[in-house]
């Protein structure tokens, strides 16, 4: 190692070889987190499993929202081309060629204990970022996005997000599920996550928009864990 890392030093350079570690020491960084993502994802799953599929509601990691033979028949993509979310995580059942609303009515109340907890979260976060808009209620959450692809949408954020994908996790979220629930890995992201939504209120407000986002709850990753496991306690005594 000591003949060879001068040798290295000699051939590319000071200043190439700092970006070559720096490269190398932000790859290894980058995968670890998403390395703890995935388990995150993996472990959030296990404890909506067993609440949901008990009543005969699939859970899905990596849900792709839109069956991709629907745009790609025979595999042929040369006349199909759209924009397909998928939803890091999704509890059905999922409307793909009919409605569910009734269903997702049942889901509303048999999951309200769930869903008034993670709605305090929701505004305490508000608070805590300083954020001027009102959380939603359970009751007005019933109102918004009736015709949804699935009941719950969990799109996962990590750091380092930039504004544009963060604003498109949120419109995924909103638009596929009837409550969607935008997961921050930490502080920065849900300082983002409200700013961004106070954005989108304004333009509502202003009437320069027409869609609503007001179905999303923007959670603190340690704040859905808790949230579920609870819920999952109180079904199980």
């Not at 397909?84 to 609303?101: H, L, R, S, T």
């Not at 608070?127 to 996962?156: D, V």
């Amino acid at each position: 190692m000591k003949l060879i890392f001068p040798l290295i030093w000699l051939s590319i350079g000071h200043d190439s070889l700092i970006g070559a570690v720096m490269a190398e020491f932000v790859n290894r960084k980058t995968y670890v987190h998403l390395r703890e993502v995935y388990q995150y994802e993996l472990q959030i799953c296990r404890l909506l499993q067993p609440i949901y599929e008990s009543i005969n509601v699939p859970v899905k990691r990596q849900w792709r929202s839109f069956p991709y033979e629907d745009y790609y028949p025979n595999g042929d993509d040369r006349h199909y081309r759209t924009y397909m979310p998928i939803i890091d995580i999704a509890v059905g059942p999922f409307a793909v060629y009919e409605q569910m609303i009734p269903w997702y009515d049942q889901l509303l109340q048999y999951s309200s204990l769930l869903i008034t907890e993670l709605i305090a979260y929701h505004a305490s976060n508000i608070r805590l970022m300083h954020g001027f808009y009102e959380s939603p209620t359970l009751e007005t959450l019933t109102t918004y996005n009736q015709n949804a692809r699935c009941f719950l949408s969990i799109e996962i954020e990590g750091f380092n997000r930039n504004p544009k994908h963060i604003l498109g996790s949120i419109f995924n979220a909103s638009s596929l599920g009837r409550l969607g629930i935008a997961v921050a890995w930490n502080d920065v992201q849900l300082r983002r996550f409200i700013g961004i939504q106070q954005h989108l209120n304004f333009l509502s407000v202003h009437k320069k928009g027409f869609f609503t986002t007001n179905n999303v709850l923007f959670i603190l990753r340690e704040q859905l864990e808790q949230a579920i496991t609870t819920f999952s306690t109180h079904l199980q005594g």
